[in-house]
């Protein structure tokens, strides 16, 4: 299947740990992103990536790392994990930087911070 | 106050309905995006608009560039239709910005 599959799909872990969140697409995008839905369900866009080099990278907290070592894999590393860390993470692709034909969304991983 | 604004935030239709969902924004814009979040969480992709209308099925989708305007509308809405629908921006300095959603409920 044709897709973009994040992992885990959820993910419960104490306050000060350290996780990843992996993306992978099969589509043959160049441009893959990061998003956060906090729980008012409010979408922000965290980075982006084209082509394997940043050229989004919003303002959150540096405990936030995304790498990207090809353009089919953006995965997103968070240290010292904190309890505002807590939202549904969705990874997203576009064809290109422009996303004339929109995006694939993930399925979102649910990050919950105890 | 936020650089995109849409309304209404929570709608209520009757099967069979037309429903429009606007958005207007603040910014310069390169595209404006049209999303769909499903109840169970996943997000869908409608439209992307630079200009004009585009049309996909029973979804039409307008954009005033100097207006700063976009509406989303649904004809013969269906149950399943129900969703949240976002609009989200493309900014001209490559920032993104998004509305808050607009809750929609088609009752049968």
């Known amino acids: 299947d044709t897709a973009v599959s994040q992992t885990p799909k959820y993910l419960v872990t104490q306050m000060g740990n350290d996780k990843s969140i992996k993306c992978e697409q099969n589509?043959?995008?160049?441009?893959m992103y990061w998003y956060k839905q906090d729980s008012k369900k409010f979408l922000k866009i965290m980075f982006s990536?084209?082509?394997?080099?940043?050229?989004i990278n919003e303002t959150v907290p540096n405990r936030f790392s995304p790498k990207s070592p090809d353009k089919a894999h953006l995965n997103l590393h968070i240290n010292s994990l904190e309890l505002g860390d807590s939202a549904v993470y969705f990874c997203?692709?576009?064809?290109?930087?422009?996303?004339?034909?929109?995006?694939?969304f993930g399925s979102g991983t649910r990050l919950t911070v105890v | 106050k936020n650089e995109v604004e849409q309304s209404p935030q929570n709608l209520t239709a009757q099967e069979g309905e037309f429903i429009t969902i606007n958005c207007s924004y603040s910014?310069?814009?390169?595209?404006l995006h049209w999303l769909q979040q499903h109840p169970g969480g996943g997000i869908v992709s409608l439209f992307m608009l630079s200009s004009g209308k585009k049309k996909h099925g029973r979804l039409i989708a307008t954009i005033n560039i100097q207006e700063k305007h976009s509406s989303l509308h649904i004809t013969a809405s269906h149950p399943r239709d129900s969703a949240v629908y976002i609009c989200?921006?493309?900014?001209?300095?490559?920032?993104?910005?998004f509305g808050t959603g607009t809750s929609l409920t088609v009752i049968p």
């Open positions: 910014v310069g814009i390169s595209a």
């Open positions: 989200a921006v493309r900014a001209n300095g490559n920032q993104f910005y």
């Open positions: 997203a692709s576009s064809q290109d930087q422009q996303a004339f034909y929109g995006y694939t």
């Open positions: 990536y084209n082509n394997k080099e940043l050229i």
């Open positions: 589509l043959g995008h160049d441009t």
